[in-house]
């Protein structure tokens, strides 16, 4: 498989900043939604479809994922803080990093709303199941 850039391609030099701001955003989204193919292919299918939102969030939170009941169904929805599409040198690795690490949420998801609140009173957010998940998605999508 062809290996995922972690840096934006080179700019021209004829872009502003602004342009280069939109450039880093979109470049950022789209290695994002290309590591959840990556994720899909591999073989990683949490129990419901998985939605990216890209929201305005406190500084000291990166990301979260839920699962919301739409018309549509069970979705999981992961969110990330819109910061992390600044064309910062390390923001691109800090948004794949939070992303993976909220995919993994997704797919330790138990198998209802019960059993989830049950394991996450004993074990945390971040139990046996939820590291087993991150685990594998690292070695799957960056090895």
């Known amino acids: 498989m062809k290996s995922l850039p972690t840096k934006p391609s080179e700019p021209p030099s004829s872009l502003n ?10 470049e950022t989204k789209r290695l994002v939604k290309t590591l959840l193919g990556k994720a899909l ?5 949490p129990a419901y479809p998985v939605s990216i ?6 500084p000291d939170e990166w990301g979260d994922a839920s699962l919301k009941n739409f018309k549509s169904g069970m979705t999981f929805v992961i969110r990330l803080n819109r910061d ?14 939070v992303f993976i690490h909220e995919l993994a949420h ?10 989830e609140e049950s394991r996450t009173r004993v074990h945390g957010d971040h139990g046996a ?6 685990g594998a998605l690292w070695e799957s999508l960056l090895e």
């Open 41 to 45: 292919f591999a073989g990683h299918h």
């Open 84 to 97: 992390l599409l600044g064309p910062h040198p390390h923001s691109r690795d800090l948004a794949l990093f």
């Open 17 to 26: 900043s602004e342009e280069l701001s939109k450039r880093w955003a979109r």
């Open 53 to 58: 939102k890209w929201v305005k969030m406190d």
């Open 106 to 115: 997704c797919l330790a998801w138990a198998a209802n709303d019960e059993a």
């Open 129 to 134: 199941i939820w590291s087993a998940e991150h």
